[in-house]
Nanobody, 120 residues
């Protein structure tokens, strides 16, 4: 497994931007499929973006498409989430997760999350 630590959350006004980072250690980061999830109290965890191991394939949930950009720097063992045009409904705790990519593995490494609060 890989150890993950998120950073970059905070309080921002609607329409503003934040950049989240996910620093990885302990394993070969460049071999993992990576993702960002978010969760608010009382709601199910939502997958919002994924990126392939090489960074050449991405996926976005409809709720963030066109506003958020996922990226990674394998040389720095870090993944990012650039969040623009933030809305109050983006308020959540954001988690990064890693999938080793073999059949049936799933996201088996998780960070502790970073809180994003968007004020109206």
């Amino acid at each position: 497994q890989v150890q993950l630590v998120e950073s970059g959350g905070g309080l921002v006004q609607a329409g503003g931007s934040l950049r989240l980072s996910c620093a990885a250690s302990g394993s070969t980061f460049s071999s993992y499929i990576m993702a960002w999830f978010r969760q608010t109290p009382g709601k199910e965890r939502e997958l919002i973006a994924t990126i392939s191991a090489r960074g050449d394939d991405t996926y976005y949930a409809d709720s963030v498409k066109g506003r958020f950009t996922i990226s990674r720097d394998n040389a720095k063992n870090t993944m990012y989430l650039q969040m623009n045009s933030l809305k109050p409904e983006d308020t959540a705790r954001y988690y990064c997760a890693a999938d080793p990519g073999y059949s049936g593995s799933g996201y088996d490494s998780w960070g502790r999350g970073t809180q994003v609060t968007v004020s109206s």
